[in-house]
């Protein structure tokens, strides 16, 4: 067999909607992983013990099923008690759910790392609980998050492959169809997995270099 | 007036405060002396509201530390300054001692900056406005804890071992700082291994022993052979500190 890439020429474009569209899906579902990751980070660090048992629960099943079948039940489950969502929402609200068990752990452990004593200067000084979290240890924790953050960013990269199972014609959605019309399978999934390599190498690259930005300063030189 | 009235404190079964009266009135330099585990650390985090008591009462200007409602406005009179200096790593300088009177006294952000720029330039770091704590040396950083604290305006400046982390070129550098803030009339309560510093800068000094307040005395009258020097274990503290 010969390895022809030229055949894929055509179809460069159309591979490029799907890799825009990976991209899209990607990043809104890190936001929404995040946002989710924060609140049950909260949760999971909250002195009521019903909350912190419900964020518990919450990761250890959304860690504990396999990806695909979350996908499935929401996106075939849901319509059976009346609830419709595009396959593209449907793919999105997935990724943030799954994603958010994963990123409340690496928020968590940023909370949980931050010194007592920085949490006592603010305490004393008469800071609300509020302005103490939204000032002082969102900011501190996300900043050593970053790394741990990365990694389900990179993890939500791959996972998204699976959303062409419910037709979103991502990346692998796309590579699916051009694998179809030219029955060229070899060359097509041999550039796909060229393609998904170097985005995640790209992605962990940029979260070093945001990792080292965002810890310059926290970073001790004289002390 | 700050009044600690008969405050015990325990952790566990173990006492480490037991029956601990003191008065701080405004103007006044306190010294706190006494061996590790006297009690001095946790007599300091009663009073900023830090633990709770077992026992007793502590009021600053008529304010019960003791109840939630009060105990804001307890905190608003008194501030305080640590060992490790604790402070906000992700802040700069300026950032760190501007936080509190905007969020909590509700000061003008442009007010408070100009205020914080001064208090930095009278500890000799107006250079050091934009840098990170991971900048500074441990005498620059507790130099900014101090900034910190009195950019509050607190009645009572509460001092927590502040040079027990310095060498003693740091140590020297916070302690002219202290002996400045004592001469402009800054009240403190100054919990302390500083012994000579203490005797220097305090209108009086207290000195806890497993818990227990043994002696409140003037500064000279604690040094005396007749005050507190006739107690054997202040005496033994003492010669100790002395060979140290």
Redesign the interface.
């Known amino acids: 067999m010969r390895l022809d890439l030229t055949i894929l020429a055509p179809y460069l474009g159309f591979l490029g909607q799907g890799a825009a569209l990976t991209a899209v899906i990607c990043l809104l579902s890190l936001a929404g992983a995040v946002v989710l990751g924060m609140l049950v980070a909260i949760a999971r660090t909250s002195q009521t013990v019903w909350i912190r048992r419900l964020a518990f629960i919450y990761v250890d099943v959304f860690r504990n099923i396999p990806f695909i079948v979350q996908l499935f039940f929401f996106y075939y489950g849901l319509p059976e008690i009346g609830i419709y969502i595009d396959a593209i929402t449907t793919g999105v609200i997935a990724l943030s759910i799954a994603g958010g068990a994963y990123a409340s752990d690496a928020i968590r452990s940023g909370i949980l790392a931050i010194?007592n004593?920085?949490l006592?200067?603010?305490?004393?000084?008469?800071?609300?609980k509020r302005?103490t979290f939204t000032?002082?240890v969102l900011?501190?924790a996300l900043?050593t998050s970053v790394r741990p953050l990365g990694s389900v960013l990179i993890n939500m990269i791959l996972t998204s492959s699976i959303l062409s199972t419910i037709t979103v014609n991502e990346l692998t959605g796309q590579a699916k169809i051009v694998a179809s019309d030219t029955f060229r399978p070899f060359e097509v999934y041999a550039v796909l997995l060229v393609v998904y390599a170097a985005l995640t190498w790209l992605v962990s690259i940029g979260i070093s270099r945001l990792h080292k930005r965002l810890n310059r300063?926290?970073?001790?030189?004289?002390? | 007036m700050l009044k600690v009235e008969n405050v015990k404190k325990a952790f566990g079964a173990a006492t480490v405060l037991d029956g601990v009266n003191l008065t701080v009135s405004p103007g006044e330099v306190v010294s706190i002396l006494g061996s590790s585990g006297s009690g001095k650390s946790t007599l300091i985090r009663c009073i900023?509201?830090?633990e709770k008591l077992n026992g007793g009462r502590i009021v600053i200007d008529d304010f019960d530390v003791a109840k939630p409602k009060e105990l804001?406005e307890a905190?608003?009179r008194?501030?305080?300054v640590?060992q490790?200096f604790?402070?906000?790593?992700?802040m700069t300088t300026l950032q760190n001692i501007a936080?509190?009177p905007v969020?909590?006294l509700k000061r003008p952000r442009a007010e408070v900056e100009q205020e914080a720029r001064a208090l930095l330039a009278s500890v000799g770091l107006s250079d050091k406005v934009d840098a990170?704590p991971?900048?500074?040396?441990?005498g620059q950083r507790q130099r900014v804890g101090i900034c910190?604290a009195l950019a509050?305006k607190p009645r009572y400046l509460l001092l927590d071992e502040v040079t027990s982390a310095l060498d003693p070129e740091m140590t020297a550098e916070v302690l002219a700082i202290l002996a400045k803030l004592a001469r402009e009339g800054t009240t403190m309560l100054f919990v302390t291994h500083e012994v000579d510093f203490a005797r220097q800068i305090s209108n009086r000094i207290v000195f806890l022993d497993k818990g227990v307040l043994l002696v409140d005395l003037p500064t000279k009258k604690f040094f005396a052979a007749s005050g507190g020097l006739a107690q054997p274990r202040i005496a033994q503290f003492l010669s100790k500190m002395k060979k140290d």
């Not at chain 2, 604790?86 to 992700?90: A, I, S, T, V």
């Not at chain 2, 991971?134 to 441990?138: K, Q």
């Open positions: 010194d004593g920085i006592e200067a603010a305490e004393v000084s008469g800071l609300s302005v000032r002082i900011p501190i900043r300063d926290l970073a001790s030189e004289a002390a | 900023n509201g830090l804001a905190r608003k008194s501030a305080t640590f490790l604790n402070l906000y790593p992700h936080l509190a969020e909590v990170y991971a900048h500074l040396s441990g910190r509050m």
